[in-house]
């Protein structure tokens, strides 16, 4: 009957060990990143014929569930690069301390606005915030096309708008972030409290307002972008509006983790995420190439994105965005927060 | 199989006194030091988090912080209310539909027991999906009645809540229901008992201590869920949205770990009163008892029967139009059949699968030895050690799988210590689907060994039947049902669970349930049916494929009695 007992005991902790995980390998790194599903996919192919020499696993998460992943490994960081997170996450001293300056090739043909002075993160990509608008459920209800943040005030709009939820998305920050930055601080928390009484629900993600909008859940959804592009590519009955205001927007930083193992291939990689070919890709996908002389993705500028989007966006203030966003959201939450 | 078969004459009686000890310590002290490695150790860490303040000392400073936030006691008061109503609405329909399975004789059994357990089988996604689609503002009611029903809120976060625990709710009462004295019920009924008089005077004292269990468990699970309030919840916040607003909102982890802490306490509160209410002993079985098989009613079968069918029509509805949309062009504008959906390729596309099949295998199969060795240790062994392992046991379903995730890697992502070796391997990500469910399989079980009727242990022993012996022949067949449905429960819920993980899976060892999550994100909601509805059929085919064989074996054992 023991003995029975024991061969079963000792056969539970060879399959333990058996599933336990294998160490990590030269030549090998693994990337954390926020960039979206389908372009993954097409950049780490490219990326496999472009330095062969390197094996590049990537965990794909969403900006916030990343940056918690992030901060719950800081003691031990599983990753040796940051590819395309959100800046403003970037730039909090609590990610600053994890990553370790990397002059990346080719950041001297980038903007002083898309790279960090002290060399701690670059971007080569962004995303811009805009308006999901069902034109189905806009016809039912008979309501004027909204062009602007202000536009989405008149009371026909009552219970009809989505927006994320500051307090849990970083798009929904974004957005409240820029019209603060826009209008001043005063002005702008009086309009967010008359906005307010037209905004339906605070949703938890910056992309599902968009996704219930072209759903016909609700007429306009603020999201972002790229949601309203890929929704009007698969045929969804929706327009995507830039706000006249300026438009939000949000860059796509990378890092080189300081804990990494593998800095020699972690660094390849994040000059090839900068390399002339890498971002002949990007202009495949994305609204915002930061690196000059790349229009917008074809799809971008079907649904009505300028090819110079540099054009409509308001200029963002990231520092400041970054600094102030405690004391933004305990505001928020304390004068708009349901 | 009888207990006599196991009479093993050659052992003194001594030597099979010191044996059975052993066996007794082991049966409890294995699956009790995995709980302690697997719940409390990172629980331990979650605590240890909660007192860190920014400035590395330690402090209540955080826990100031949280409890004097004006969104904090909101949370808290509409998490409380959703609690009770979903705990009130659900144990009286879990009630319900275990007496409709386990004391009716109904026509398609097994197709209801399957209907109701589709929530548990189903990724959270598209329960709020199902709901939306149904009674969104722009659902299939609304639009077809021309009505303006808000779903998103108090109600529609009670309707999903229900849902979601219902089967637990179920399977956790029908363990109670599943043995009962046929005697007393002929004897009752020669006295000229109504059946109602019966179920009140009969069945539900004897199914006083599931009731309970099944209370607690619900209320729990209520209190620290995430995904149901996320989707349909819409700006009706409660505390685990508060957990995600701190963690992925505003990477404040330690602030989320205060929350994750603060949850524990309405469900050691529930806990101290399940207790005090189950510590008068009622009901048990006697060695005597005849098997009770539901006769012929046709009243009673016909009206809880049908009552039966309609609360089983609600997770059928939601969960139907979700794999029907999924097989739409585009829902809900343009409605023709079409197989694209099913063409998945990214997020990992369908390998993530068979990986979430080993590892839920693993979870389910290790889960039910643990739970079965500790439910018989802890029947067998008194004392305040056992005491306060069953109070463990219990707590897990107290812990959000956000919280459970965060715990873990807090745990083993320690360099320097044994404990690594685990960190982003499989095995880790399948303990920790078990013990997320260990409350929920460990109810179930107890619930279920606790039918058994002591004096047939007694008996077995006095016969010399080793405490080996007595778990082969007596707890095993007697609780077999009960095995299979922890073993299901564990599985299925280890399929789709997702909070916990999205923080252990790595580039190689991505899990089912977070490729659904992805595609959902990136905007491809109808891939992300799709991948869900390929997540059930194979769930349904492992569940039809292990019920069959084990229906086989049963017929070769009872064929081979027979001869």
């Given at each position: 009957?023991l ?7 000792l056969?539970?902790?060879a399959?333990?060990?058996m ?17 979206e599903?389908?372009?993954i996919?097409?950049y780490v ?6 330095i062969p020499?390197v ?14 992943r992030?901060m719950?490994?800081?003691g031990n960081p599983q990753?040796?690069?940051?590819w395309?997170?959100?800046?403003t996450n970037m730039?909090?001293?609590r990610?600053?301390a994890?990553?370790e ?7 001297d043909?980038?903007g002083?606005?898309y ?8 971007a080569?990509t962004?995303y811009?915030?805009a ?5 189905e459920?806009?016809?039912?209800k008979?309501?004027p ?13 009552k ?7 500051p307090v849990?998305?970083?798009t929904?920050y974004?957005?409240?972030v820029s019209?603060?930055?826009k ?5 702008g928390?009086a ?14 993600s ?7 909008a072209?759903?016909g ?25 830039l706000?006249?205001?300026?438009a939000?927007?949000?860059?796509e ?12 291939d ?8 900068m390399?002339?070919?890498a971002?002949?890709?990007?202009a495949?996908y994305?609204?915002l190439?930061t690196?000059?002389?790349?229009k917008?993705?074809k ?8 090819d ?7 200029k ?10 405690e004391a ?6 304390k004068?708009i927060?349901? | ?11 003194t009686?001594l030597?099979r006194?010191r044996?059975?000890r052993?066996?007794?310590l082991a049966?409890?002290w294995?699956?009790a030091?995995?709980l302690?490695l697997?719940?409390?150790?990172p629980?331990g860490?979650?605590?240890y988090r909660?007192l ?8 209540f400073?955080?826990?100031?912080q ?7 006691l909101?949370?808290?008061?509409n ?6 109503a ?6 009286a ?12 004789r109904l026509w398609?059994?097994i ?6 357990s589709?929530p548990v089988?189903?990724p ?6 199902g709901?939306?689609f149904l ?10 009645f021309?009505?303006?029903?808000e779903?998103?809120?108090?109600w529609?976060?009670?309707i999903?809540?229900?849902?979601y625990?219902l089967?637990?709710?179920?399977m956790?009462?029908?363990?109670a ?5 046929a ?7 020669v ?8 179920f009140i005077?009969l069945?539900l004292?004897n199914i006083r201590?599931g009731l ?11 209190i ?7 989707v ?9 949205i ?5 963690v992925?909102?505003?990477?404040n ?10 949850l ?11 207790r ?9 079985q006697s060695?005597?008892?005849v098997?009770?098989r539901?006769g ?5 079968d016909?009206?809880i ?9 609600a997770?059928?509805?939601?969960v ?5 949309a999924?097989f739409?062009r585009?829902?809900p504008y343009r409605?023709d ?6 063409d998945?390729k990214?997020?990992?596309?369908y390998?993530p699968l068979?990986i ?5 295998a693993?979870?389910?199969g ?10 018989v240790?802890l029947k ?8 306060a ?7 897990p379903?107290?812990?959000p799988?956000?919280v459970?995730?965060?715990?873990y890697?807090?745990?083993f992502n320690q ?5 690594i070796?685990?960190?982003g ?12 469910y ?5 109810a179930?079980?107890?619930?279920g ?6 004096a ?12 080996w012996a007595v778990?082969r022949?007596v ?7 009960t095995?299979?449905?922890v ?5 299925m819920?280890?399929m ?7 923080f252990l899976?790595?580039p190689?060892l991505?899990?089912a349930?977070?490729?659904?999550m992805?595609l959902?994100?990136g905007?491809y909601?109808a891939q ?7 997540i059930m059929l194979?769930?349904?085919?492992a ?5 069959g064989?084990l229906?086989l074996?049963?017929?070769?054992i009872r064929l081979?009695a027979?001869?």
């Amino acid at each position: 009957m023991l003995e029975r007992f024991k061969s079963m005991l000792l056969a539970g902790a060879a399959s333990m060990l058996m599933f336990t995980a294998g160490a990590a390998q030269a030549g090998t790194i693994t990337v954390y990143t926020a960039l979206e599903e389908d372009e993954i996919a097409d950049y780490v192919a490219l990326a496999k014929k472009d330095i062969p020499d390197v094996t590049v696993n990537v965990l794909r998460l969403s900006t916030g569930d990343l940056g918690a992943r992030i901060m719950a490994e800081a003691g031990n960081p599983q990753h040796d690069v940051i590819w395309g997170w959100a800046v403003t996450n970037m730039m909090d001293p609590r990610i600053l301390a994890l990553v370790e300056p990397y002059k990346v090739k080719g950041s001297d043909k980038l903007g002083a606005a898309y790279q960090a002075a002290d060399s701690k993160w670059f971007a080569a990509t962004g995303y811009i915030g805009a308006f999901c608008v069902n034109t189905e459920r806009l016809k039912q209800k008979n309501l004027p096309m909204p062009k602007s943040w202000n536009d989405l005030l008149n009371p026909a709009f009552k219970g009809e708008i989505a927006m994320p939820n500051p307090v849990s998305s970083g798009t929904g920050y974004l957005q409240i972030v820029s019209i603060l930055q826009k209008m001043g601080e005063e002005k702008g928390w009086a309009f967010l409290k008359q906005l307010d009484g037209n905004v339906n629900q605070y949703i938890k993600s910056g992309s599902r307002p968009c996704r219930s909008a072209r759903a016909g859940e609700f007429t306009v959804g603020t999201s972002l972008a790229f949601a309203a592009i890929k929704s009007i590519e698969e045929g969804f009955p929706l327009a995507m509006v830039l706000p006249s205001e300026g438009a939000g927007y949000e860059l796509e930083a990378s890092a080189l983790m300081a804990a990494s193992k593998n800095k020699a291939d972690a660094k390849k990689f994040l000059d090839w995420t900068m390399s002339p070919g890498a971002s002949g890709l990007y202009a495949k996908y994305k609204e915002l190439v930061t690196l000059p002389g790349y229009k917008p993705a074809k799809a971008a500028r079907d649904a009505g994105m300028p090819d110079d989007p540099g054009s409509i966006l308001y200029k963002m203030d990231f520092a400041a965005s970054a600094v102030q966003r405690e004391a933004i959201l305990a505001r928020w939450t304390k004068e708009i927060g349901r | 199989m009888t207990a006599v078969s196991a009479v093993a004459p050659r052992v003194t009686p001594l030597a099979r006194e010191r044996a059975d000890r052993i066996f007794d310590l082991a049966c409890l002290w294995i699956p009790a030091a995995a709980l302690l490695l697997f719940f409390v150790y990172p629980i331990g860490m979650m605590g240890y988090r909660s007192l860190l303040l920014p400035d590395g000392s330690l402090g209540f400073g955080n826990f100031s912080q949280i409890i004097g936030s004006r969104s904090f006691l909101r949370a808290l008061v509409n998490s409380l209310t959703m609690g009770l109503a979903t705990t009130a609405v659900t144990v009286a329909l879990g009630l319900l539909l275990a007496f409709a399975l386990h004391r009716c004789r109904l026509w398609l059994r097994i197709v209801l027991l399957g209907a109701i357990s589709l929530p548990v089988i189903a990724p959270s996604l598209v329960q709020g999906l199902g709901l939306i689609f149904l009674l969104g503002r722009n659902g299939l009611i609304n639009k077809t009645f021309g009505l303006q029903v808000e779903i998103y809120g108090f109600w529609g976060l009670l309707i999903a809540n229900s849902l979601y625990a219902l089967p637990q709710a179920a399977m956790i009462i029908g363990a109670a229901l599943r043995n009962a004295d046929a005697r007393l019920f002929e004897a009752a009924e020669v006295m000229g008992a109504t059946g109602w008089r019966r179920f009140i005077d009969l069945t539900l004292p004897n199914i006083r201590f599931g009731l309970l269990s099944a209370t607690f468990v619900v209320f729990t699970v209520t209190i620290t869920d995430f995904g149901n309030a996320a989707v349909i919840g819409g700006d009706y916040t409660v505390l685990a949205i508060e957990i995600y607003n701190q963690v992925i909102g505003q990477m404040n982890l330690n602030l989320g770990a205060v929350v994750g802490m603060l949850l524990l306490l309405p469900t050691v509160l529930a806990f101290y009163f399940e207790r005090l209410a189950t510590q008068r002993q009622f009901g048990t079985q006697s060695e005597a008892a005849v098997p009770y098989r539901p006769g012929h009613d046709p009243w009673r079968d016909g009206i809880i029967g049908t009552l039966a069918w309609l609360v089983a029509l609600a997770p059928v509805t939601v969960v139907g139009v979700v794999v029907y949309a999924s097989f739409m062009r585009l829902w809900p504008y343009r409605l023709d059949f079409t197989l694209r959906h099913y063409d998945i390729k990214l997020a990992g596309g369908y390998d993530p699968l068979w990986i979430s099949i080993g590892i839920s295998a693993a979870a389910a199969g290790f889960g039910t030895i643990f739970l079965l060795f500790l439910g018989v240790a802890l029947k067998r062994l008194g004392g305040p050690a056992a005491r306060a392992i069953y109070f463990v046991s219990m707590l897990p379903a107290a812990v959000p799988g956000l919280v459970l995730g965060l715990a873990y890697v807090f745990a083993f992502n320690q360099p320097g210590t044994p404990l690594i070796l685990l960190y982003g391997s499989a095995a880790l990500l399948a303990m920790c689907n078990f013990y997320h469910y260990h409350t929920q399989g460990f109810a179930t079980m107890t619930t279920g060994l606790r039918q058994i009727p002591p004096a047939l242990e007694e008996a077995a022993t006095c016969i010399g039947a080793s405490a080996w012996a007595v778990l082969r022949d007596v707890y095993i067949p007697y609780t077999l049902p009960t095995l299979i449905s922890v073993f299901f429960f564990l599985f299925m819920s280890s399929m789709v669970t997702l909070s916990a993980v999205i923080f252990l899976v790595t580039p190689n060892l991505m899990l089912a349930a977070v490729t659904v999550m992805r595609l959902d994100e990136g905007g491809y909601t109808a891939q992300a049916a799709a991948f869900s509805t390929a997540i059930m059929l194979v769930v349904t085919a492992a569940l039809l494929l292990a019920r069959g064989t084990l229906w086989l074996a049963q017929r070769r054992i009872r064929l081979s009695a027979e001869a």
